[in-house]
Structures are given as structure tokens and as C-alpha cells.
């Protein structure tokens, strides 16, 4: 009963068949895979073997914005690239970066906690990130026939063995263009009063000095941690006037470079008591997520110029970007995938 029961099953199953995966070829959405990020011109260009990667390490990582904003970019250049993101654990981002010189990435960035690991683990350390001690992005460099080293996108065919990775910083840069471009401010000459000495506010505290800022007020709350940035600069930027605490008189630009904003509630990172935030004609956060914190509110409240750290996060984006392509980076179009993906609009 049961053998002819299934028999019968079996049959009428046959029967049906043919019907069956005729329904599933003419009712089946029946697309070649899409991508994520169409690329113009060929915008059902599956994965391919040809297909070349550049991703970002982070722990964790799964709030990031850079994949939308590179894969984005990469887009807009018409190139078969794609910018994945991974979270890896700093036990493992030795292992990490290495896998991905053995799979010929053109190149990866790396955000927290990882920036400082990598000043150790890359072969070759650009003047960017020795001079700002972190590595933010690394590019995968080949030998050509002569022997010069050259970013993997230079190499067409096979891609020779020995690769090496070569570490650049390119948030320091971004931070200057940020406040050029978000404020209008120019740092030759400028009295700058700096919130928070962490690794975000070491690297600016440098560039700032070294993009000749008069004085620096240094305040954090960890007070040696802005001892020891001040004498850093002093040594490095003599003719930097870097004090610790809070100015007495005006400021041209007030930069909070801590996480206090981050959360929703956070008061300002700025004692009230101490400063009057109508003292600072250009006010930055280097928050950009909320877009508005208690800080920048406050500032817009008193007259300030103001901005998130939005523009931060493109253009140290877009000069990796550069540097892994030697394409000049689609600002535009990163900027309002950046936009998309951080307050959902455009
Ligand atoms: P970090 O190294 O962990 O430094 C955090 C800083 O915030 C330190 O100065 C810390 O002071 C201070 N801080 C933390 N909690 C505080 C509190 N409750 N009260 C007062 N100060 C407090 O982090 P980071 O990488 O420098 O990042 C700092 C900020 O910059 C973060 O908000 C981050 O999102 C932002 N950021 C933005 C970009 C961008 O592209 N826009 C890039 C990098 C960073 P202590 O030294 O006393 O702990």
C-alpha cells in the first residue's frame, strides 16, 4: 500500500512537474544578481572574477557608513571594484590585513580600534601616518618591470606575488578640508579651543599645529592626556602657543573632537561655566550622527558658523578612494550616498 501510495505520489508529482517549473520560469522574477551598488553602463554586471576589492576592518563595524559612500564612489568611476566591511577583532587584524594582501585587495581602511595596531603591521609607513602616528588606510603595492612599486590597479593582468601594504593617514587632511569647506576657516593664524585629547583629537591637535594655528587650548577630561598632547606640540610645533584649559577671550573655531554628543541626551562637551559658546565664531563636531547635537545646537542658538562632522568622514573617504584608483574622487555622489545612509535622505 505505502510503496504504491508514494508510486502514485511520484506520478502525479511527474505530472505536475513540467506545469510547475513552467509557473517558476514565467512568474519568477527571473534577474541575473543585482548588486548592491549598480555600476553605470552595465548596471546587471554580476560579481565577476575580475571583479577587484577594497574593504574596512572595524570592531565593530556594523554602523558604518564607508560602504555605502565608497561603493558609491567606486559606482560613479564605472570601475568593477566593490568596498566591503568586516568586523575584526584586534587579535586578528595581523591575520586580517594579511589575507587580504593574499587576495589582492587593491587596498582596505581601518577604523577603531585599529588604526594604532596598524602603524606595526603595514610594511611601508607614508609620511601621513608617521607624522600623525595612525593608519587609516592601506594600499596594496606590486613591483612593476623595473622594479618601482606601484598600487595594485596599475597591474592589468596577473598580479605579481609579492605584494606589500603600504599604510597612509588620511584623516588628518580630511579634518582641515572639513573645517576649509563646512566653515570657511583657515587655520593660519587661528586661536582654536580643541574639546577631547583621544585619538580623534591627538590627530587634530597636530594638523592644526602644523597647518600653523596660532594658539591651541587643550581641554579633556583625562587632564594629563592634554599635558601630554600640549608638550607633543611644543616640542614638534614650537611656535605653536598649546595651552591646557580654557581660554579667556575669543576663539575663531571651537572643535569637539569627544564622544560626548554620541548618545541621545549627552550634554555639551563644553562647560558653559568656563566658556560662553558665543565666544567661538565657528563652532565643528566631529559628531555627525545625531546631526545635531546639544553643542551645535547651542552654538546655532548663539550666532556661531556650525557643522557636523560629516564632511570629516567624506573627505578622508574620498582621499582613500584617490589613492586606491589615482581617479579624482566623485564628491557629489559620495556625499549624498553618505547623506542616504547616515539620516536616510538625500
Ligand atoms: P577616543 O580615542 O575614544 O577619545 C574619546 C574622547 O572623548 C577622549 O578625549 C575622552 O576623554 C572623551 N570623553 C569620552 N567620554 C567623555 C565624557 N563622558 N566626558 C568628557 N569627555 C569624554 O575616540 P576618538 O576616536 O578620538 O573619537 C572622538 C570623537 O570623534 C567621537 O565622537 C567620534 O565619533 C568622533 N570621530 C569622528 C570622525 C569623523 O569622521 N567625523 C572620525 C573620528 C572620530 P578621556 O581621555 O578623559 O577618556
Redesign the pocket.
Known amino acids: 500500500m505505502l510503496e504504491t501510495g508514494s508510486g502514485r505520489l511520484v506520478a502525479e508529482w511527474q505530472a505536475r512537474r513540467l506545469p510547475y517549473v513552467q509557473l517558476l520560469l514565467f512568474t519568477h522574477p527571473r534577474h541575473p544578481y543585482k548588486p548592491a551598488v549598480p555600476v553605470p553602463g552595465s548596471d546587471t554586471a554580476p560579481l565577476g572574477a575580475s571583479t577587484r576589492y577594497c574593504a574596512v576592518y572595524g570592531h565593530p563595524i556594523h554602523h558604518s557608513a564607508s560602504p555605502a559612500m565608497q561603493n558609491a564612489g567606486l559606482a560613479a568611476l564605472g570601475l568593477d571594484w566593490r568596498y566591503l566591511a568586516f568586523d575584526v577583532h584586534p587579535d586578528q587584524v595581523a591575520q586580517a590585513i594579511a589575507g587580504a594582501r593574499a587576495m589582492k585587495f587593491i587596498g582596505l581602511n581601518l577604523t ?1 580600534p585599529h588604526k594604532l595596531l596598524a602603524l606595526d603591521l603595514v610594511d611601508v609607513l607614508d609620511d601621513s601616518a608617521r607624522n600623525w602616528g595612525a593608519v587609516n588606510t592601506i594600499c596594496f603595492e606590486a613591483q612593476d618591470a623595473s622594479g618601482s612599486w606601484k598600487p595594485l590597479r596599475e597591474f592589468a593582468g596577473p598580479v605579481p606575488e609579492t605584494i606589500r601594504s603600504h599604510g597612509f593617514n588620511t ?1 588628518a587632511d580630511a579634518i582641515i578640508r572639513a573645517l576649509r569647506e563646512d566653515l570657511n576657516f583657515q587655520s593660519a593664524g587661528a586661536r582654536v579651543l580643541l574639546l ?6 591627538r590627530t587634530a591637535a597636530l594638523k592644526l599645529a602644523a597647518s600653523d594655528v596660532a594658539e591651541l587650548f587643550l581641554v ?3 587632564a594629563s ?1 592634554a599635558q601630554a598632547l600640549q608638550s607633543e606640540i611644543r616640542k614638534r610645533f614650537p611656535r605653536v602657543q598649546a595651552q591646557v584649559g580654557y581660554p579667556k577671550t575669543a576663539v575663531d573655531l571651537l572643535l569637539n ?6 548618545n541621545p541626551g549627552d550634554p555639551s ?1 563644553c562647560d558653559a561655566r568656563e566658556f560662553a559658546i558665543a565666544k567661538a565664531a565657528a563652532v565643528y563636531d ?3 550622527r545625531p546631526a545635531e547635537t546639544a553643542l551645535l545646537k547651542a552654538a546655532a542658538a548663539a550666532g556661531c558658523r556650525t557643522a557636523n ?1 560629516l564632511g ?2 567624506l573627505y ?1 573617504g574620498a582621499k582613500a578612494l584617490e589613492l586606491w584608483t589615482g581617479r579624482e574622487a566623485p564628491i557629489q555622489e559620495m556625499r549624498e550616498a553618505l547623506r542616504a545612509n547616515v539620516y536616510g535622505r538625500h
Request: proline share 4%; glycine share 24%.
Open positions: 577603531v584623516d577631547g585629547a583621544g585619538g580623534a583629537g579633556n577630561r583625562t592626556k573632537a569627544t564622544s560626548v554628543g554620541l562637551p566631529m559628531i555627525y562632522g570629516m568622514l578622508q
